[in-house]
């Protein structure tokens, strides 16, 4: 096993782990904790978890200070997904300086592991650098020089990509959701890349990618599409039209940030099978199960952790039911330990939403997983 190299610690903890709901023991209640041996022995397609890494002087949770973390994902995990450090603001925070240090030793280190990456993300609408939210040149040649530099500068070092993240919103017009673009239009969360590109830019960045890593699968990747709404109507409507331009596109990302009781198996189970149908991969990105959305259940109870496992378990099964071996791009939880999970600190709730406890040990939730795996 490689050790990556330690990075410099913040004198401020990440917002990952400062939020975190506590351990799985909160009601005093015996929780179960299983023994399952590993995840990614049990499956036929990637098992794999997104996970916290230094920038500079940021995220002094990452894996390369946490040895006890190393372990755990060497043991049941076979591919990873950087939480940040591969997205714009952090590969390329001032024009034309692009920083790949602390991404490059993650990448190693998961190389020399036997692990693979699943890169995240190329175009995205948020967590871009300044200065890119303001640029006032060429739009389309500087996408073409970000997304060319990076994926190049990773070719034959990681497997697949998130070349476009969440390029529409979360309304309903007429049975479709419309593209973001405006802050106004967006719910404040307007994509500078539509209003400089149109949706142009989504195939462009395609052809972007796949001229630079040819190698590389190529995803588009999108939350709340699981339930079979308006917003995976659009994510088809746009996959339709990117395969009758021959665009390079090889699947469709699902991030998965579920709640315990929505949407149901059922939902999930058709969504998939809608992108099936189209003949591209599924791939389940950022899987994470809200046990406490509404802040009303904030004591995670014995009960709740077999309701987790429970429905961990359904969603695993929907995914083997409705996915052929061909198709399927993996499995990753977004994060491995509570202690580390985005959700506490966006909802404003104690939750814990991953298979590990914030002591890295197994839940039931880990069980319900291992149950389907194939």
């Known amino acids: 096993m490689r050790v990556l190299p330690l990075a410099l610690l913040s004198t401020a903890i990440s917002i990952g782990l400062s939020a975190c709901g506590g351990s799985s023991s909160d009601s005093g209640e015996p929780i179960e904790v299983p023994q399952v041996e590993s995840l990614k022995a049990l499956s036929t397609t990637y098992m794999g978890a997104a996970v916290p890494a230094g920038y500079e002087d940021q995220f002094s949770n990452g894996i390369e200070t946490r040895p006890e973390l190393q372990d755990v994902v060497i043991q049941h995990f076979d591919q990873i997904t950087a939480e940040n450090i591969m997205k714009s603001a952090y590969i390329q925070p001032r024009q034309g300086d692009f920083t790949f240090q ?36 060429d739009w389309l040649t500087m996408m073409d020089t970000h997304v060319s530099t990076v994926a190049d500068h990773f070719k034959g070092r990681v497997v697949s990509w998130d070349v476009v993240n969440e390029a529409f919103n979360d309304n309903d017009d007429n049975g479709y959701a419309t593209y973001r673009d405006t802050d106004a239009n967006s719910g404040g969360h307007g994509s500078p890349w539509y209003q400089n590109l149109g949706k142009d830019y989504i195939p462009e960045a395609f052809k972007m990618a796949h001229a630079a890593d040819s190698g590389a699968e190529l995803y588009y990747n999108d939350y709340n599409i699981e339930d079979d709404g308006a917003k995976l109507a659009s994510v088809l409507r746009m996959a339709d039209e990117l395969l009758a331009d021959d665009i390079p596109i090889d699947g469709i990302g699902f991030q998965m940030h579920v709640n315990y009781d929505w949407p149901s198996a059922q939902a999930i189970g058709t969504s998939f099978a809608k992108v099936v149908a189209k003949g591209l991969k599924v791939k389940v990105t950022e899987l994470d199960i809200k ?27 929907a995914y083997y039911d409705n996915v052929p071996a061909n198709l399927r791009g993996g499995i990753t939880v977004w994060g491995v330990s509570d202690a580390d999970s985005w959700i506490p600190h966006f909802t404003g709730h104690n939750d814990w939403p991953l298979l590990f406890n914030s002591s890295l040990e197994q839940k039931p939730a880990i069980e319900g997983v291992a149950n389907e795996l194939k």
């Open 102 to 137: 602390d991404a490059d030793n993650l990448v190693d280190w998961a190389v020399d592991n036997n692990i693979t990456v699943h890169a995240h993300a190329l175009v995205w609408h948020s967590q871009m650098p300044s200065w890119m939210e303001n640029y006032q040149g």
């Open 291 to 317: 046990m406490n959305p509404n802040g009303d259940r904030n004591t995670f109870t014995a009960t709740m952790a077999e309701e987790q496992k429970i429905r961990y378990q359904e969603i695993i099964k």
